[in-house]
């Protein structure tokens, strides 16, 4: 799938560093503001047990995981949406992800500056949210003036889409973002054509210190970003990025003992990357022979039509049905035929809604 997360933060919080640490693309992470300066993409593995365990049972000649794909964006200050610093490319950048990552720094170094002299986590955040609102409201601002004359001319659509921007107007007034306000699936169907920066879902990355990665909960830093997130329903993960540019240098066992050494189970890599493909309601489904065991990204709510179009569109246009089993069920049994024997493969059509973790074969003819 083509969905992108974008990593943001203020200058300094740590978000280059882990950005090199998700790619090991050696984005240039320095001591000042604006080391990146244009937005920098890269893709990640997905990681998953079960692709191991399907690799095990099937013994194919490769295995290819699914994939994600994170944006670094310059780092944002006080005044963007004014065109402050890199206002005007940090937010066109932004505008073209799907979701937000914000890293916020919680960790004290006096060898690293903070862009506002001290480290203050909520205060970052609402910068940034501060900054992505005022951007929002310029936009809208724009568009109510664009619609008026139909207004006046009462067309019914246009006037159903300036009563929701007067009402995301009103939120806005208030310093609550788009995301935090309650609009019906029909209104944010009305204001879709806006790509708002304000809707688009948040996960905030708490950044720690290598001596707070093993209790990150005992940080009030990090207990103030839970807080402040937990207002909004978005969720919270930690990690020490200095750390997580450390692991990525080591192969998979020394990996583990360095991990077992910190007192951590896994890498906050990889629960970066699990909550971001959570947050944009990816899930995954499998494919897998002899030549190849594969994990396939596809959105929630996806049909079996639609998911086989994503391995090729002549699947999806010549879709006659896809053989099915769940995860689960494959690896209890053992094997493909054992599973079929005991009535666990299934053929689904059209209207399939797949599931996560489904294993599946399509029938198509074109």
């Known amino acids: 799938m083509a969905l992108t997360a974008g990593i943001v933060g203020l200058p300094n919080v740590g978000k280059s560093t882990l950005f090199n640490a998700i790619t090991q693309a050696g984005v240039e992470a320095a001591n000042y503001p604006f080391a990146t300066i244009d937005p920098n993409v890269g893709v990640v593995e997905v990681p998953d047990e079960r692709l191991d365990k399907l690799t095990e049972l099937v013994k194919p000649k490769k295995t290819i995981p699914t994939t994600f794909e994170f944006t670094d964006i310059a780092g944002l200050v006080r005044g963007a ?126 950044n720690v210190s290598e001596d707070e990665v093993a209790t990150p909960d005992e940080n009030p830093n990090v207990i103030r970003v839970k807080e402040f997130a937990s207002q909004e329903g978005a969720e919270v993960i930690t990690v020490c990025a200095k750390i997580e540019s450390e692991i990525v240098e080591l192969d998979e066992e020394s990996k583990e003992m360095f991990l077992e050494d910190l007192g951590i189970t896994e890498s906050g890599l990889d629960k970066l990357i699990r909550a971001a493909y959570d947050l944009l309601g990816l899930e995954t489904y499998f494919t897998a022979g002899e030549k190849e065991v594969r994990a396939w990204t596809f959105i929630k709510g996806m049909t079996a039509p639609q998911c086989a179009g994503i391995i090729h569109t002549d699947f999806q246009k010549g879709f006659i049905r896809a053989e099915t089993v769940a995860y689960k069920d494959l690896v209890q049994y053992g094997s493909e035929q054992a599973a079929k024997e005991a009535g666990k493969v299934r053929l689904e059509g059209k209207d399939y809604i797949v599931k996560d973790g489904d294993v599946m074969h399509f029938r198509f003819n074109v």
Request: glycine share 4%.
């Open 81 to 206: 949406s004014k065109g402050e610093g890199l206002g005007n490319q940090f937010l066109s950048h932004i505008r073209q992800v799907d979701a937000i990552c914000q890293v916020v720094r919680c960790f004290v170094d006096d060898n690293i500056t903070h862009v506002d002299g001290e480290v203050e986590p909520i205060r970052d955040i609402e910068t940034i949210n501060f900054e992505l609102i005022l951007a929002d409201m310029d936009q809208i601002d724009k568009r109510l003036k664009r619609i008026e004359k139909q207004v006046k001319m009462k067309d019914k659509q246009y006037i159903a889409e300036f009563e929701v921007l007067a009402k995301i107007k009103v939120g806005f007034e208030n310093e609550v973002p788009a995301r935090s306000q309650e609009l019906s699936k029909d209104e944010l169907e009305i204001v879709k054509h806006m790509q708002l920066l304000t809707l688009k879902p948040m996960l905030y990355v708490a």
